[in-house]
């Protein structure tokens, strides 16, 4: 049930369930009321605290990469919220889930990215890294995230990847938000190397309606709650 949006993007068709049960979940955040500068940060959590939806999602990607007539060998994910999604499809598919991890966080020897900014800057651009020798020539990779943005944090696990010797079967998200362009970064790096990765996300920016607006309409209290405070409100 997938198409083609732009080429090798890849996205659910609005009228399939799984598409439904996403825009149903999810919720977004003003900068009010999230942990960064952006006008909508999707909260993954409102994907996670769904069991059902996170089977959903689990039943979908094994389903998936399961007939691939060579199926992925290693599923990545990227540090923190691709640790939530990848581990449930690794499992199930019986192979090993590897962490792509941020500077200072992997342990061993490390192959880095080169710096990427994200939608949200942080102080410094960031690096990815992957230990040597978890991928290698021969491994399949599927890349996995909770969001596609601009797709810096994207196209580092490709960086990785290639550098390891592995190939890229495909980034997934769950949403990209598509006039952020994160795919065609990727496509259009280093003289068009990455140029045919699809990148799979199951839904978009429309998924975000003014109804998954997860504000407190009202609410103008400080956004956090000491320990002591919360005690004494019980
Ligand atoms: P980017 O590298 O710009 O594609 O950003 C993608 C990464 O940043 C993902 O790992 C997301 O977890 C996070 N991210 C970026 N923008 C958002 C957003 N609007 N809502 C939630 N997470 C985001
Ligand atoms: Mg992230």
Redesign the pocket.
Known sequence: PLKEVAPYCFTLSPDSPLWGQIQRAYRWYSPKFSPHDVPQFADVGSITEDPALMRAIRDFLVDRYRKFPEPPTHILG?????FLLGPMVAVELGVPFVLLRKAGKNAGVLISSEPFE?EYKEKNPEVMTVRLGSIGKGSRVVLV???LATGG?ALSGLQLAEASGATVLEFFAILGLTFLKGAQLSHSYGNGRFSQLPFLTLVDESALTDANCGDVVGYEGPRTISYREALSRL
């Open positions: 990227f540090d923190a919220r691709g994200k995230d909770d969001v944090t």
